[in-house]
C-alpha cells in the first residue's frame, strides 16, 4: 500500500490532535486504502493548508478527513478551497470537551457543506468508514473489504455479558 497513491487525506490542526485521527488512519490502514496523514494548522500554517486544499484534487484525493479542535476552522477552510468532499472530526479539546471543536465543524453556513462526525475517537473511526462507503460505490475491492469489516465486528459481539 505504501507505494499507492493516496486517496484519502487526513489532515489535523496539530501533533495532539494525532491521538484522535490515528484512529482513522488505522481504520483505513485496516480497510487497505491508501491514505496520507499531514498536520496542516488553519491559523499556525495556513499557506501549508491552502496549498494542499487547492492540490487535493488534482493529486487524486478522493476526500479529506479533518480533525480540529476549539476553534476548529480547518474543515470549512479546507473545503472552501477544494472540491473534494471533507469529513470533519472535532477533536475533544480541553476547556470545553470537544463541544467547541463541534459546533465549530458543523454549523457552516450553507454553500461550503462539511460532513460532521462525532467528537474523538468514534468521529475519526466513523469519517474513515464513512470514506471508505464513498469509495466503494466504484471499488468492489473495497466494498467488499468494508462488508467484511462490518461482518466482523457482529460477530464479535457475545450473546452475553462475560
Ligand atoms: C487546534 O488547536 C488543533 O486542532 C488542536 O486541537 C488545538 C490545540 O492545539 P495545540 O495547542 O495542542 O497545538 O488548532
Known amino acids: 500500500m505504501a507505494d499507492t497513491a493516496p486517496v484519502i487525506g487526513i489532515i489535523m490542526g496539530s501533533q495532539s490532535d494525532?491521538?484522535?485521527?490515528r484512529h482513522a488512519a488505522d481504520t483505513l490502514t485496516a480497510l487497505g486504502i491508501a491514505h496520507e496523514c499531514r498536520i496542516v494548522s488553519a491559523h499556525r500554517t495556513p499557506e501549508r493548508l491552502y496549498d494542499y486544499a487547492r492540490a487535493a484534487?488534482?493529486?487524486g484525493l478522493r476526500a479529506i478527513i479533518a480533525g480540529a479542535g476549539g476553534a476548529a476552522h480547518?474543515?470549512?477552510?479546507a473545503a472552501s478551497m477544494t472540491p473534494v468532499p471533507v469529513l470533519g472530526v472535532p477533536v475533544?479539546?480541553?476547556?470545553?470537551?470537544?463541544?467547541?471543536?463541534l459546533l465549530s465543524i458543523v454549523q457552516m453556513p450553507g454553500?461550503?457543506?462539511?460532513?460532521?462526525?462525532?467528537?474523538?475517537?468514534?468521529g475519526a473511526i466513523n469519517a474513515a468508514l464513512f470514506a471508505a462507503a464513498m469509495l466503494a460505490g466504484t471499488a468492489p475491492e473495497v466494498a467488499e473489504r468494508l462488508d467484511r469489516w462490518?461482518?466482523?465486528?457482529?460477530?464479535?459481539v457475545a450473546v452475553e455479558p462475560a
Not at 494525532?18 to 485521527?21: K, V, Y
Not at 462490518?150 to 464479535?156: C, E, G, N, P, V
Open 150 to 156: 462490518r461482518r466482523d465486528q457482529t460477530d464479535a
Open 92 to 101: 475533544e479539546s480541553k476547556a470545553l470537551s470537544g463541544l467547541d471543536s
Open 57 to 59: 484534487s488534482g493529486r
Open 74 to 77: 480547518l474543515p470549512g477552510m
Open 18 to 21: 494525532w491521538e484522535t485521527m
Open 111 to 122: 454553500g461550503i457543506p462539511v460532513g460532521t462526525f462525532a467528537i474523538g475517537k468514534p
